[in-house]
């Protein structure tokens, strides 16, 4: 019977509900939105640092795990670790940023390409003049470029030469010459990839290179891979934090004032509840199942509303950031969304538990 | 003192004072009276008697400043708000001017709250079945409140105070919103709910046609009782 009334009382002021539901939904989409870009990039970085085919990356010394940019590291260094045995390919890349959050990756196209196998060419080939760029099948998809379209940044236009199969290290390609010199980073690198004689040996090689470097970071791939969290990202982790209280605040004002425009709207319905003997606890209790659903329609609302975002990001703006659907955080989400909205409803609940019967019987 | 009668309410000296500000106001100054058992009374009085006061403090709806309020032998004088709650699940049916049902149940699940709240299983058999063919409702109990007329809600509302078998029925102007016809059907309804179950029936009112109806009329100014009689 409770139910029932709870039900009924949703229905009655449907339009409330709905957009009540809809708020708890955009908390729940924030989150899972957050945390599903949070986790895409990690994993899409992950991937294609993999398709590398390095053994071992080296990282200059303090560097974030994911910095995007800079060339803090000599170039040099390759010098000092190709002596190092069982080190079969050193190469180095510089990363610069190329507007927004995209940046282009320098490469020596002839080492990298012996290192990851080689670039799978689906149009056109290898770089042939100083303007050409590769890109790989997601950006001239995304970007809707093809071989001999023109790309800009760097206020330069940059021929696309080349479309790669996706998930070798980067997106948009240059060599890593030009990219030194256009931005002033001559003889600087970003990451060093080391691919090995011996795979087998990675740990020795590492201990032997951390003898020499010895503030550098130097990480087997898998190691590397592992370490793409959010949680060994610097402030991210805090950043989610920051949004997910923000979601909170929001979920419990939306669902304050809609419990307190029910409670005032229901005023004599309380009274009516009291002169039948209702307990505060039951009245109480009607209002936080009517919050539970609230928070549970609206988590099914969010959760939907993620691949909407997943799908807004994907084709309304091209080439920026990598959403995935994070099913794991589907009930944290939904379990933070109801916790929030809990809170929002404990002073209506109180309010409504303390009402005088006889002011409620006489409200109009 | 029952002088051997069975008193299903007993007030002695009942007080109530207001507090609004600085301002005490005297709603009840020492009201006494006995209503037996199966007992249909009327009280009647001016706005401000006191008789609305009356009938929150005999409803477990509020608490007395002073006094002695026995019902069913319970004294609700000194009565915590949730044993006053207990008494209203328990001993109390309301009918109210403006009917007071939930305007988001049906009528049936309007009379099904009631004995759910009571702890009671929902249904209408039995007695309860005859009840409701007296009120003349049972074909409307599917109905919300909206799409009754107010002598329907009111006989609803009436089944709904009923439902739980309680000692004691409190009505406050039940005819206050009805029509001539629908008044008429109403008080008569109370009157037979009476005679046929025994049901205790105290009724407030300002209309002396109304209090025709009762077996007597206890008449109130100024917080107090002036007379009761047939």
């Known amino acids: 019977m409770t139910n029932k009334l709870v039900i009924e009382n949703l229905k009655h002021r449907w339009v409330r509900t709905l957009l009540s539901a809809a708020a708890v939904g955009v908390q729940v989409t924030m989150i899972l939105t957050l945390v599903g870009i949070s986790f895409g990039m990690l994993d899409d970085l992950g991937r294609r640092s993999r398709g590398a085919g390095a053994d071992i990356l080296i990282r200059a010394p303090g560097s974030s795990i994911i910095s995007l940019s800079t060339a803090p590291m000599p170039e040099k260094i390759l010098d000092f670790l190709r002596t190092i045995p069982n080190v079969a390919i050193a190469t180095a890349t510089t990363v610069q940023p190329m507007g927004g959050t995209n940046t282009v990756t320098g490469i020596d196209l002839d080492a990298f390409s012996r290192m990851s196998g080689g670039f799978r060419y689906v149009k056109g080939g290898a770089f042939q003049k100083p303007d050409d760029i590769l890109i790989d099948e997601y950006w001239s998809r995304q970007y809707g470029l093809k071989v001999g379209s023109v790309m800009k940044f760097w206020n330069r236009e940059w021929n696309v030469c080349g479309i790669v199969e996706p998930g070798k290290l980067s997106r948009v390609f240059l060599p890593i010459r030009l990219a030194q010199e256009l931005t002033g980073n001559t003889g600087k690198i970003t990451s060093i990839f080391l691919k090995l004689q011996d795979p087998s040996q990675t740990a020795a090689t590492i201990a032997a290179i951390k003898q020499q470097l010895t503030d550098y970071q130097v990480f087997s791939i898998d190691e590397y891979v592992s370490l793409l969290s959010v949680d060994n990202v610097q402030g991210l982790k805090w950043f989610i934090y920051v949004v997910i209280g923000v979601a909170v605040i929001v979920g419990f004002l939306v669902v304050f004032l809609s419990m307190y425009t029910a409670v005032l709207e229901r005023t004599r319905e309380i009274g009516i509840l009291k002169s039948l003997g209702a307990t505060p606890g039951f009245i109480v209790g009607i209002l936080l199942r009517e919050t539970v659903i609230l928070a549970l329609t609206g988590s099914v609302v969010g959760i939907a509303l993620s691949f909407a975002t997943r799908w807004a990001i994907m084709n309304l703006v091209p080439g920026s950031l990598t959403q995935m659907i994070v099913p794991n955080w589907w009930p944290i989400a939904a379990g933070i969304s109801l916790i929030g909205s809990l809170a929002g409803a404990l002073y209506p609940g109180w309010k409504a538990a303390r009402q005088d019967a006889i002011e409620a019987l006489a409200y109009e | ?230």
């Open chain 2, 1 to 230: 003192m029952n002088n051997g009668k069975d008193h299903l309410i007993a007030v002695t000296g009942l007080k109530k004072i207001y507090r609004m500000g600085d301002v005490e106001v005297a709603a009840l100054r020492g009201v006494d009276l006995n209503i037996e058992r199966g007992e249909f009374v009327a009280i009647a009085g001016p706005s401000g008697s006191g008789k609305s006061t009356l009938f929150y403090i005999l409803g477990g709806l509020a608490s007395a400043t002073a006094g002695k309020v026995l019902i069913d032998g319970k004294d609700l004088a000194g009565m915590s708000d949730s044993e006053r709650t207990r008494v209203r699940r328990e001993l109390v049916g309301f009918v109210f001017q403006k009917y007071n049902l939930l305007p988001t149940l049906s009528a049936l699940d309007n009379i099904g709250m009631a004995q759910f709240i009571a702890g009671k299983p929902a249904g209408t058999e039995g007695w309860f079945r005859q009840a409701l063919d007296l009120l003349g409702v049972g074909h409307r109990l599917q109905h919300k409140p909206r799409s009754l007329s107010g002598g329907e809600q009111q006989r609803v509302a009436i089944a709904r105070a009923i439902v739980n078998q309680p000692a004691l029925l409190l009505a406050d102007e039940p005819t206050g919103n009805l029509d001539t016809e629908n008044s008429e059907i109403v008080l008569k309804l109370l009157r037979d709910l009476n005679q046929k179950t025994g049901q205790t029936i105290l009724m407030i009112t300002h209309n002396p046609e109304a209090a025709a109806y009762a077996h007597r009329t206890i008449h109130m100014r100024d917080g107090r009782i002036l007379e009761s009689g047939a």
